[in-house]
């Protein structure tokens, strides 16, 4: 009897030590099922979600905003039900009649614009380069010894959402913001579905080269009118149809022609399957989880901004939030957190690529709120397309990464598909602005 129990303490202290420490970072050549990271992620967040859609369910059925009282009611009320927004008028007083506004000059203009355009496509390729180097090259290996790679994507979306949540901070405690009263779990969702896509978006990395990324990305116009049909029932014009349907051809070109998706994914990545046709569909599989999840992040983020009227930053600063919360939580019950410290003990390049990796998401999420505030959307998409093909290029010279012809076919039909797009929507706007009519002077 002793010795079942003395068996019975030591397997509880096995499982113990194995919760604490998280699971082992695989070995090269050892079989890690992202799956099985996936589902690890998903019940670490579920430890949250769960109890809190409870307690949020309970709070709604016994109406705790109408007699709830003491310390904690205010803190319950804004994250539950939300702030009447009539209860924090303003008293700010509108500016004379007298004051004129004047338009900046072109070559002002023309400085703000280049400012953008340089700060977007320094911040993001950065990024990107920054991120296909974690996640695709071994560490520490030389000549002599074995390198080891970085596995820990849930980490890498910790580190930038953290530095993200500090900034919209610190922007919204200095500037003065407007009260939406949108009740702080909302901002749950997008948050949820942001990790995920980010998630996703790293370890598609493992099993895909950065160029099909980059066209994934951005052939996410399709999932996301999708999406858009479906969460708020939006309706599209025939040129939307048209080129998401040459989006796909390209794509899929490029597809072709990459046969085992990129020299990384083939020989480097551990997988399901040894063979590349595991690694092919790990990479789409992968992928489409991305978009999927970005696709809904946008189309909910989009209703909140509609029903809630608040500030980008106020939107990064809930987001970020429950980001940071999650991804914390998650990490300390797999132990992901002494994982990731210790290889950035043994490798100070890693833990400076982690930090410019976040610097750069955090200061183009900046340039992202800027560029659209003082230009517009379409300028911005431009700027942002042109990065991707950018992208694309400066990943094949640095990693070299094959392009065959039919790829570059691929690539050309994408971009050309994304111009067309803009194209079409600009001029949409503009002749929709020349059929408005003109109100009569005689009227006041």
Known sequence: MQSRLLQIASVLAAVFV?????PPIP???????WPVRLLINILGYATLVVPAALLIKYLKKINYKEKGSGICFPVVKTCVFGDEVGEHKTTD????????????????????????????????LTWGVIQERIMTIEYGKTDDTPGEKFGNSQFLVFVNRSLAFIVAGLYIAFTRQPRHGCPLHKFSYSSISNIMSSWFQYEALKYVSFPTQVLGKACKVIPVMLMGKVVSGNTYEFYEWATAGMLSVGISLFLLSQGQSGKHAAHDAIDITNDAAGVVLSGFILMVGYMAFDSFTSNWQGQLFKTYKM????????????????TSVSLLEQGGFFQAFAFMASHLDFAMHSVILSICSAVGQLFIFYTISEFGPVIFTIIMTTRQALAILLSC???????????GLGILVVFFSLFLRIYARTRKTALAKQQKPIPSPNKV
């Open 18 to 22: 194995s919760l604490v420490q998280g």
């Open 27 to 33: 070995a090269e050549g050892e079989t890690n099922v």
């Open 93 to 124: 007083q509108p500016a004379p009649l007298n004051i004129t506004t004047r338009e900046p000059s072109t070559f002002v203009s023309g400085i703000k614009l280049a400012f953008c355009a340089v700060g977007l496509q320094v911040s993001y």
């Open 311 to 326: 500030s980008s930053f106020q939107m990064m600063f809930g987001v970020n939030l429950f980001s940071c919360l999650f």
């Open 397 to 407: 010279l640095i990693y070299g990464h094959p392009v065959s012809a039919i790829g």
